[in-house]
């Protein structure tokens, strides 16, 4: 079976909402730290809870009204109804928050699809943006939420795993991936690390190119990434 692992945050949105978020709230922690996680002076965790820790007060009305300003690229519905109709099932792995993604899954009619994101919530009380971690590794700090488990625990052996995303905490995940799908920073990492990718434009580009793939008579395995995840399982 093909399973599609995607990335939301400038993938499924056309903007990434969270980094325009924190850019906007939390700006003054945003340039005195991002060199300091680009170059893994801090965690991915660390980083997260500071900016969520930067911001005095936020009320819902004025978080959401932010994040309502965001759509999903214009082909994602198309794509999800061609994965329907040829049994593909979808799984949405962000590094974001479950606050504003739910909310813009909720506002196009996506509820349905399984997301594992990180939490955050907003204090009655207090009005703190609040933050906790369900999906961390305990051997990797990389990410807040590990992606590549997602993947790897939602995937038997003989799966096709397909993985669509844009920068920073994809570049582990397609280290495990059949077919990746890349654009913006995400490009240059795959040309780096020589690691075979489609680039995209939008979710069209995307659903001709999956449609492609799903048509051949037989689909295989990307070999670095059977080895990479066969790795996985004998540390485990």
């Not at 893994?40 to 969520?52: H, P």
């Not at 051997?139 to 795993?161: F, P, T």
Request: charged share 30%; net charge negative; with cysteine.
């Amino acid at each position: 079976m093909v399973k599609v692992f995607s990335d939301f945050d400038g993938t499924i949105s056309v903007k990434d909402i969270g980094e325009l978020f924190f850019r906007k709230y939390a700006g003054e922690f945003v340039e005195k730290n991002i060199e300091r996680l680009l170059n893994s002076q801090i965690t991915m965790q660390e980083w997260l809870k500071g900016l969520c820790d930067s911001i005095p007060q936020i009320t819902k009305k004025e978080f959401f009204d932010f994040v309502d300003q965001f759509d999903v690229d214009l082909y994602f519905v198309e794509f999800m109804k061609f994965c329907k109709t040829r049994n593909v099932p979808i799984f949405i792995v962000s590094d974001g928050f479950d606050l504003y993604i739910e909310r813009v899954l909720l506002k196009n009619g996506f509820e349905d699809i399984e997301l594992f994101a990180n939490h955050a919530m907003i204090n009655d009380s207090t009005g703190k943006l609040e933050t906790s971690f369900p999906y961390t590794d305990s051997e990797c700090n990389l990410c807040g939420n590990c992606k590549r488990n997602h993947m790897l625990q939602l995937s038997a052996d003989e799966d096709i795993i397909v993985y669509i995303g844009d920068g920073y905490s994809d570049r582990c995940p397609i280290q495990y991936a059949d077919f990746v799908f890349a654009k913006k920073q995400l490009i240059k990492y795959c040309q780096e690390k020589n690691i075979t990718y489609f680039a995209f434009s939008n979710f069209k580009d995307v659903r001709l190119k999956l449609e492609e793939i799903l048509n051949r008579k037989r689909i295989r395995h990307r070999q670095e990434a059977v080895m990479a995840r066969r790795e996985v399982f004998m540390q485990g």
